[in-house]
């Protein structure tokens, strides 16, 4: 019997997939647990209809991570840290804190996990900082650190 996955099925295959299975699995555990519908040709539209959909979605999300990019490229935060005798940072700045201060200067809205930065910034001067916007979109931030009075 070929159904539908309608959801992810660890040895069948993942949603959307066509898959061919014994009409005994299909109508025991399958179809009454919602994971699969019967091949028909509604259901055939319905997926056709959904990956449509599905593909309009995900180019939206792309074209909005690459104006969020050219938006990022134009702006740049500023940071301040406290500098102690012979040079030396007290703290740091993480990307938690680039978060924070990129919502407070340029009132822009990015989860902490999208901005890469291997190590804390602990020392004066001008960084750029990728953001990951979306798995083919990267962004550069530029950010400024100071000296704090």
Known sequence: ????????????GKKGDIVEV??????????????????TSDNLNDLKLQKQNDEKIAAEKKKSAKEMAEKLESISVEG???IGDGGRSFGSISSKEL???????H??????????LKDPIKAIGQYKI?????????GILKVNVSEEK
């Open 22 to 39: 014994s009409n005994g699995y299909a109508r025991n555990s399958l179809l009454p647990k919602k994971f699969a519908a019967e091949v």
């Open 99 to 105: 978060a924070e201060l990129l919502k407070k200067q």
């Open 130 to 138: 990728e953001v990951k916007l979306h798995p083919e979109v990267t």
């Open 1 to 12: 019997m070929k159904v539908i996955l309608l959801k992810d099925v660890k040895s069948l």
């Open 80 to 82: 301040q840290l406290k």
């Open 107 to 116: 009132d822009i809205d990015i989860d902490k996990k999208k901005i890469v």
